[in-house]
């Protein structure tokens, strides 16, 4: 394993692990607000031990996102010094909102998490909804500043040189709503169907079975939402990178000549040495209408662009298709829930139910990773779309395949912890969060 190729797959095995979290604290503090306001509503005890029950889950996570994006923030300047050198002063703002939001977020939890009976008890509910804002700024954030290095702007490259900056224009490039957009939709989907599916699987073995309804109820209803949004912002990414990244878009698709009335490509293996694809399933003219409303306008394909340009098709393509797979699995499982919310009410009786999202609990992490896998390398070979090639701003330190073995060490090891630290929070719901199991016993603050 080469330096170059140590160093991005150490980034792209870092980004894969923190995604999850990030996910996560966008998302879960969300549902622990709204099952915290059910229990003041109500005061239903349940309501309590489940908000009680998602904090302390959001708590272990919250920590182990915070040891992989600091880990994260020490390897871009590491691994890419070039980058940074030239790119920190333009899209740093982000970066330090960031950091701010990131603050706001580690306090507003300490206060929900210690401030039962000890707040006003809205104020105590605020602190939560806080954590749930400050996470989800944190992601679009991350995700603006991400969408820079797509879409780079707020400055003049002349001669080599990055003058006239302006961080805020940077900020707002032309990609970052769309991107963000996505991105938040697909969090809630991945972690709506994660929690869904974990707390469907409980319901499945009969124990604890009401406090398991409760937070099925919560979660799939985020989950259902976001699933069937997500096609909706997926076709203005879609065509958001039809504008920018055509050669992005030709990948995704595998699409190498350029024809009017396009295909759409579903499926396929890609031979990038013939530059055709091979036993795919393709719909004349849908490419066209999807990039430009019309099914007859040419696309322009791979053939178009200089071959050093061009991104890894294969994997590029296969992310997409993977992305898609999972994404109309979910929305699939998403109209039978709204058949069985308004036809078929008994079908939440049936364990057929619950066993579909209990298999669905990955759907959306697995889209979710594909769809970054699409974003990243299918911008290469730039680390700054069409400015530096990511070639140019590696580190020249050699030894870089002992950091990335030594930080998949890392991340094995926090995964075991993680695994470990979750299991053992299931474990206690009998006795510290379930009010109407006989073992309870609960927490005393």
Not at 44 to 50: H, Q
Not at 323 to 350: C, H, P, S
Request: glycine residues 8%.
């Amino acid at each position: 394993m080469d330096d170059f190729i140590a160093a991005r797959s150490q980034m792209a095995m870092s980004l894969a692990f923190h995604i999850v979290f990030s996910c996560v604290g966008m998302v879960m503090p969300f549902m622990m607000a709204i099952a915290h306001y059910k229990y003041l509503k109500t005061k239903n005890e349940i309501y309590k031990g489940l908000t009680k029950a998602w904090s302390k889950g959001v708590a272990i996570l919250f920590a182990t996102g915070a040891v992989s994006g600091t880990m994260l923030s020490f390897e871009l300047g590491l691994l890419f010094p070039k980058f940074m050198e030239h790119a920190g002063p333009i899209f740093g703002m982000p970066f330090s909102l960031e950091g701010t939001a990131f603050f706001i977020e580690a306090i507003a939890l300490g206060f929900f998490l210690y401030g039962w009976d000890k707040f006003n008890k809205w104020f105590h509910w605020i602190c939560g909804v806080i954590v749930g804002i400050s996470g989800l700024a944190s992601g679009i954030l991350v995700v603006a500043a991400n969408a820079w290095m797509n879409s780079p702007s707020g400055f003049d490259f002349i001669n080599g040189e990055y003058l006239n900056i302006d961080p805020v224009k940077a900020m707002f490039n032309d990609a970052w709503f769309s991107q963000a957009l996505h991105m938040t939709i697909a969090a809630f989907c991945a972690t709506g169907f994660a929690v869904a599916g974990l707390h469907a699987y409980l319901i499945l073995k009969g124990k604890n079975v009401n406090f398991h309804r409760e937070a099925f109820k919560i979660s799939s209803v985020l989950a259902i939402t976001a699933a069937m949004l997500a096609p909706l912002s997926g076709d203005i990414s879609a065509k958001d990178v039809a504008k920018r990244q055509p050669i992005k878009l030709a990948a995704m698709e595998a699409h190498f000549k350029t024809e009017e009335s396009a295909s759409f490509v579903l499926g396929g293996i890609v031979d990038e040495s013939k530059e055709e694809i091979k036993y795919a399933i393709k719909v004349p003219g849908v490419l066209s209408f999807l990039v430009h409303s019309d099914f007859k306008t040419p696309v322009k394909g791979l053939e178009e662009f200089p071959k050093d340009e061009w991104p890894p098709v294969a994997v590029v393509h296969y992310a997409f298709q993977i992305m898609i797979t999972f994404g109309m699995l979910m929305m699939g499982i998403a109209v039978i829930y709204l058949i069985e919310q308004f036809f078929k009410k008994d079908w939440r009786t049936k364990r057929w139910f619950y066993k579909l999202f209990m298999i669905a609990t990955p759907f959306g992490y697995i889209a979710l990773e594909a769809g970054w896998t699409v974003t990243e390398v299918g911008r290469q070979p730039w680390i700054i779309y069409g400015i530096m090639r990511t070639v140019d701003s590696i580190t020249p330190m050699p030894g870089i395949q002992y950091s990335f073995y030594i930080f998949t060490f890392v991340f094995i090891t926090l995964s075991i912890i993680l695994v470990f630290l979750m299991n053992r929070q299931i474990q206690m719901v009998a006795k510290l969060y379930d009010p109407e199991d006989p073992n309870y016993k609960p927490e005393k603050h």
